[in-house]
């Protein structure tokens, strides 16, 4: 399911900023934003959009986002923090909407990572090449393929075409919600024992196998949204990095013996890949490595204080546990300054928090606000 970039939702407080006569701060959910000074009143609805957003350049109500080619970041103006923004419900071709309702296909808005340039398809030759080594460096087999139907007859034989398969459907995507879009949760689960870790800032990456038939398994590796066939298919990366991390841990022989051990149908390991060419190397990683974040056993979380052992055992990291019984603190804005900290990997600010009950039956993130404002986020 898509992530709602665009939804309507309620005034819920006003504030003054110091030495702002024209602007003032308002809250939506757990969110603040500046706005026009007494555009909205307190209880009133309103078409909030999300950091991370690219809006709908054809848009004249967006027309002013021009300078900053369409994108919805964090910023800082008179001193205080404003994520995303905040528009009357007239923006909207009809009136009729009710508080929750997802508008982003309404207003054309995507996602900002969907704007990431798409890899360039590999042309036949250059696969034949990575595919075939020691068939391409042959003198007789590089002289044939001169001849343009000798090339084709080749390519037919050695590089058949496979139909892409899709993200499996017993996989669940990786996207935490963040604090902000559901802070209820504070006062749900107060003075309930939850799970700390580091949110790390790579390329979500998952791993799953399901059992078929009595000898018939399927393997996946997936980044975000797409099955990476193997390690030849082209992604955003120079290098498949999801097929690298799975032949560097040998996941596939992990998860089989995982899927044994609990007498499975399927199991699921997701995290994160960090490093060399990813995210600009925040971590200053020599090369690259996996950390993981779940594991699934049928369609059933572990507890990460438990999956952190069982992945131990075959020389897999977890990302950092900062606390495994933390309380969480009673307003939105004291759990976002928590997550503001240095990374336990290296001396560089984390992005954010990543908390989960033990039961696995809630979990948040919190992004660290002077993270997305040294990286312009």
Not at 31 to 56: H, L, M, N, R, T
Not at 331 to 359: P, W, Y
Request: proline share 4%.
């Amino acid at each position: 399911m898509a992530r709602a970039l665009a939804h309507v939702e309620q005034i819920v407080w006003k504030k003054p900023i110091e030495g702002a006569d024209r602007i003032e701060l308002v809250g939506v959910l757990g969110w603040q934003c500046i706005a026009k000074k007494d555009e909205f009143q307190v209880g009133e609805p309103c078409v909030y959009i999300e950091i991370d957003s690219i809006v709908d350049k054809d848009n004249p109500d967006f027309a002013f986002l021009e300078k900053k080619h369409y994108k919805i970041k964090t910023m800082k103006m008179k001193g205080v923090i404003s994520q995303g923004i905040v528009f009357p419900m007239g923006i909207l071709p009809f009136p009729d909407y009710n508080i929750g309702d997802d508008v982003t296909s309404v207003l054309k808005i995507t996602q900002i990572e969907d704007d990431v340039p798409k890899a360039k398809p590999v042309d036949q030759m250059t696969r034949f090449k990575q595919q075939h080594k020691k068939l391409y460096n042959n003198k007789l087999i590089r002289y044939m393929m001169k001849y343009t139907w000798l090339r084709k007859l080749m390519f037919k034989f050695f590089i058949p075409k496979k139909k892409a398969k899709g993200f499996p459907d017993w996989i669940v995507k990786t996207d935490e919600t963040r604090l902000q879009n559901m802070p209820f949760v504070l006062e749900t689960f107060k003075d309930k024992p939850m799970v700390v870790t580091e949110k790390l800032d790579g390329t979500s990456t998952s791993f799953g196998l399901r059992k078929e038939k009595k000898r018939k398994y399927d393997f996946a590796v997936c980044s975000r949204n797409v099955r990476q066939a193997d390690i030849n298919q082209k992604c955003f990366y120079e290098d498949n990095v999801y097929h690298e991390m799975s032949n560097k841990y040998n996941i596939k022989s992990v998860l089989m013996t995982i899927l044994e051990r609990y007498n499975a149908t399927t199991v699921v390991l997701q995290g994160e890949t960090i490093g060399e060419s990813i995210q600009k190397n925040k971590y200053g990683l020599t090369g690259r490595d996996f950390y993981a974040f779940n594991l699934v056993v049928d369609g059933k979380k572990i507890d990460s204080t438990e999956a952190i052992n069982i992945v131990k055992e075959f020389g897999i990291k977890w990302v950092p546990i900062l606390d495994e019984n933390f309380i969480l603190l009673p307003t939105v804005n004291d759990m976002i300054q928590f997550a503001d900290g240095k990374s336990v990997l290296c001396d560089t600010l984390r992005e954010g928090l990543v908390i989960r009950d033990h039961d696995n039956t809630t979990s948040f993130k919190c992004i660290s606000n002077q993270f997305l404002l040294m990286h312009n986020l």
